[in-house]
């Protein structure tokens, strides 16, 4: 399960088998993207939290500002009802008892003027009356006055006029004839000078003019509705005249009346603001649809989005000129790979640049110089096999027709050595026993490397041959580790080591040629040394026999074979590392040193014996 997950996420979120261009489309657009729309929902969300906060703010603010200026207006009309009642002709009409109907009508007269004097005198009174309880209406508009008494106690708010003197505010229209205007209506109680009963009402009904100007100041703000509710929820005043004194609509109602304090409401698709009046009992309300309200939100939305999106535009052309700067080399490298890929190493790529693209190319340029050259080596190498695997054919081609019957010559060496042994002839029976020695250990031995014991052994009877040649005028001595006795060398390497002392240096002088064949570890490897203290080589024989152990033709033959044959077995056995090298001073001897790996064939016998022959 682990696995599988794994394998989703690299292969669907990390795109592991896409290509690398779509990989930087895709990662660059997701670091720019997601940032970006992260930061427009933040701004967004924190402007519009702000914004609404400052338009809700500004709108209670306003609410606030009508709030203080309807109180203070409405203040400055009961002051005016204050005037009315305390006036002289008021209360002389008030403490008026029995008098004559002159008088009575006098005073009726007087206070009528009292009362147009105040209407006039403010164009926002409507009109002023007096109600008396069982006498009638005195109306500063005389007898074209709305004010039938039988009609205003049938008003729901007629009974509810507090009787301590204070006064109530309310909401209404008034008709007089065929014309009809809404009114704010500010009821106080008439009381009896004389029993402190109420005896009637003192009615003021101020017309809308100066609060509509008030409230044409909040509706001018957007799409805004501004409206007035006293205490029991009727409209004090709403634009839509006809609903001037019933009872509002609005669903949270029962909320609004009950909040004392300022505050916000939602109220289906608007927001409510409402200012509470506490020395009027009235409530502002400022309804604003959310719109309205979030349309500065809106514009700001709009602003973050079209920066995003040019932010996103900006940012994808950077992004495709700065991706084909990584891409174009790389593909171009690609393209490169391709041509490496079907052989063709000619080509090399510039280096445009010291990043890791410009270091990878010039590390790939490297890498087909050296697989050219590589590729050189081993084709020369495989030409040099060739020709080697055709030279050691033809050798052994040789070697066949070098071997006729050699049992048969065998055989006739141990007859003549018989024969001699017969006519006491000592020395010829024993160089025949020698030469069938030679001839049996080439024959026997088939595996390319023996023991230098064996070794030795057939270089002893090789060297007696050659003491019986040259008379004794040459001694030999073998100084062999025991150890060494069991290492494992090339067959047939020490003979034509051997052999080269007798062509270079043997009876060449007046003293006897000593031979001492000795052997020593270095490191792990096994050193043999053949030396001789003949008349040694001139500089020019030692300079081509080192020039042939690298360069001869093997398959030619000629001067030297002996030791350049040996020492190209060596090599091809065990490496380059290995082989024969040749010193040689003119005068005082000549030294061939071979290099071989220590390999043991078994181990039974003192290692630190000393073998040690001479003859």
């Known amino acids: ?31 720019v993207i997601i940032p970006m729309v992260v930061v427009g929902v933040i701004s967004y969300y924190r402007s519009s939290t702000i914004l609404e906060g ?3 703010n500004y709108s209670w603010q306003i609410n606030e500002q009508v709030k203080a200026q309807v ?86 708010w007629y009974a509810s006029v507090p009787a301590n003197g204070n006064s109530m505010l309310v909401s209404r229209i008034i008709k007089w004839g065929n014309e009809q205007e809404p009114v704010i209506t500010i009821a106080r109680r008439i009381h009896s000078p004389y029993t402190l009963e109420p005896m009637g009402m003192l009615i003021i009904d101020v017309n809308f003019r100066r609060i509509q100007d008030l409230a044409d100041e909040v509706n001018s703000v957007g799409k805004s509705s501004f409206y007035i509710l006293d205490a029991e929820g009727h409209y004090v005043y709403h634009p839509d005249s006809s609903k001037l004194g019933r009872r509002s609509e609005l669903l949270n109602l029962e909320s609004i009346l009950s909040l004392q304090d300022n505050s ?66 790389i593909r171009r490298l690609q393209r490169f790979m391709k041509s490496v890929q079907v052989g063709d190493f000619s080509r090399r790529l510039p280096v445009e640049s010291s990043d890791e693209i410009g270091q990878l190319t010039n590390g790939f340029n490297q890498m087909v110089e050296k697989l050219s050259e590589l590729m050189e080596e081993v084709y020369f190498s495989k030409l040099r096999e060739t020709e080697m695997s055709l030279g050691q054919k033809e050798m052994e081609l040789k070697v066949l027709q070098s071997q006729i019957n050699p049992h048969f010559l065998c055989n006739s060496l141990e007859t003549i050595r018989g024969m001699a042994l017969e006519q006491n002839m000592g020395d010829i029976a024993a160089m025949s026993a020698s030469l069938g020695t030679l001839l049996r250990y080439n024959l026997k031995t088939v595996s390319p490397t023996v023991t230098l014991r064996e070794e030795i052994n057939f270089c002893t009877v090789y060297l007696k041959i050659q003491q019986y040649r040259f008379d004794k005028n040459v001694t030999y001595c073998f100084e062999i580790p025991q150890w060494a006795m069991n290492a494992m060398i090339v067959k047939f390497s020490l003979q034509p080591l051997v052999e080269n002392c007798f062509v270079h240096s043997v009876g060449a002088g007046p003293e006897p040629t000593r031979i001492i064949i000795s052997a020593y570890q270095a490191s792990n490897n096994l050193i043999i040394r053949v030396a001789d203290t003949g008349v040694g080589m001139v500089e020019g024989v030692l300079d081509k026999i080192k020039h042939d152990l690298v360069n001869k033709d093997i398959t030619a033959g000629g001067a030297n074979i002996g030791i350049v044959n040996v020492h190209r077995r060596i090599v091809n056995l065990f490496g380059p590392d290995y082989g024969v090298t040749v010193e040689s001073i003119s005068g005082q001897g000549t030294t061939v040193l071979v290099k ?14 000393q073998h040690s022959y001479c003859g």
């Open 1 to 31: 399960m682990r696995k599988s997950l794994l394998k989703f996420i690299s292969e669907t979120i990390w795109l592991k088998d896409q290509l690398l261009t779509a990989k930087l489309f895709t990662f660059s657009a997701v670091l």
């Open 54 to 56: 400052e338009a809700r």
């Open 71 to 156: 109180e203070y207006y409405l203040r400055d009309v009961e002051i005016n009802s204050l005037k009315i009642l305390n006036h002289h002709d008021m209360t002389s009409f008030l403490k008026a008892g029995h008098i004559s109907v002159a008088k009575h009508l006098e005073l009726i007269e007087a206070v009528r003027e009292l009362l147009e004097s105040i209407a006039y005198s403010r164009p926002d009174i409507s009109s002023v009356a007096v109600v008396i309880d069982g006498f009638g209406v005195i109306d500063s508009l005389g007898y074209r006055g709305p004010y039938p008494v039988n009609e205003l106690e049938k008003e729901y």
């Open 264 to 329: 916000f409401l939602s109220e289906q698709d608007q927001v409510v603001i409402l200012n509470h009046s506490s020395s009027l009992g009235w409530r502002f309300v400022t309804a604003i649809p959310r719109a309205e309200l979030f349309k500065g939100t809106a514009h700001i939305g709009f602003t973050i989005l079209w920066t995003v999106i040019i932010t996103l535009l900006i940012a994808y052309v950077l992004g495709v000129s700065f991706a084909s700067t990584i891409i174009r080399p």
């Open 596 to 609: 071989l790996p220590l390999m043991k064939k078994e181990e039974g016998e003192d290692q630190h014996e």
